[in-house]
């Protein structure tokens, strides 16, 4: 039984499974990471865990290049939402995708990009 | 057919001008790197364009470039999507950046200002599209090129105050934006 909503005070964290999507000069998570890809992948949303580790998250995956973190809160006052779906697993909802409006989408993403905090790192 | 330039220097670049028969002609301009060819809708076909590449550099237009030669000689997909370049999307952001570097380095302010074309942060999206960050403080220019005639290209802009899209997107009009983050 997962739980069915998160708190604003919860982190959720997001892996980042592209070199290229993290900025290493400034140790910053790019707006990259935080598009929609296009359906029907990211269909629910984008991906995010929760109540885990940020090296936990990463080994969901065969390479992570980092695990950033976000405050649920700060992701709802952006008009989005944060909606469990599994024990540890979240979707950020209420993003959009670039086909159907680019400036929103990167608006979102950029937005997404300067809360998150890179946590980890292999 | 003139030599290949001698001081293409780094293996992801030799690896780029051997596979795509890049033919270097006497430069005009230090940074030529000229695709000659209008019509994206042609099937790709590097073979067929005329690319002036003399040597790439330490400046923000071929430490951009060198971000996609990089991409191109990479893995072709990753457990996100596809990672290496089409070669719709290379061709179309060559052009865009070449005309866009040409028209930048051509605006009369920007020379007596000394002003050089910035150095971007490129990326592939999950289909295999181009993205260029390029940021300076508040401000923040991204170029994205679909990765098929399919998609739309546009440049998105944004500071502290607003934000926005232009779907007009040409060397020119990205040569205008590209002054906001100098």
Redesign the interface.
């Known amino acids: 039984m997962h739980r069915q909503t998160l708190d604003c005070q919860d982190i959720v964290l997001r892996a980042v499974l592209r070199s290229a999507y993290i900025d290493r000069e400034n140790n910053r998570v790019r707006s990259d990471a935080f598009m929609l890809r296009p359906l029907p992948k990211d269909e629910d949303g984008l991906s995010v865990s929760f109540d885990c580790e940020p090296a936990q998250s990463a080994s969901q995956f065969k390479k992570c290049y980092g695990v950033a973190s976000l405050h649920v809160g700060r992701i709802r006052d952006l008009g989005l939402d944060v909606v469990p779906d599994d024990v540890t697993h979240a979707n950020v909802t209420g993003l959009l995708r670039s086909d159907d409006n680019p400036a929103e989408a990167e608006h979102f993403a950029s937005q997404l990009a300067k809360q998150a905090r890179l946590v980890w790192q292999p | 057919m003139l030599p290949l330039a001698e001081n293409v220097s780094t293996p992801p670049i030799h690896k780029i001008v051997d596979r795509y028969l890049v033919y270097v002609h006497v430069p005009s301009a230090p940074w030529d790197f000229v695709v000659e060819d209008d019509d994206d809708s042609r099937t790709p076909d590097f073979d067929k364009y005329d690319v002036q590449q003399p040597h790439l550099g330490t400046d923000g237009f071929s430490a951009t470039i060198k971000?996609i030669f990089a991409?191109v000689a990479g893995d072709e997909s990753?457990?996100?999507?596809v990672?290496r370049p089409t070669d719709y999307a290379q061709r179309k952001t060559l052009k865009l950046l070449s005309r866009a570097q040409k028209a930048f380095a051509d605006d009369v302010e920007n020379r007596q200002l000394g002003l050089s074309f910035p150095k971007g942060?490129?990326?592939?999206?999950?289909?295999g599209g181009i993205?260029i960050?390029w940021l300076n403080g508040d401000k923040?220019i991204?170029l994205?090129v679909p990765a098929s005639e399919n998609?739309?290209s546009?440049i998105?802009f944004?500071d502290d105050s607003e934000?926005?899209?232009s779907d007009r997107v040409n060397g020119s009009v990205l040569a205008h934006f590209l002054r906001l983050v100098r």
């Open positions: 971000q991409l990753d457990g996100y999507g990672l942060f490129v990326a592939t999206d999950s289909e993205r960050e923040t991204r994205v998609g739309q546009y998105y944004e934000y926005g899209t």
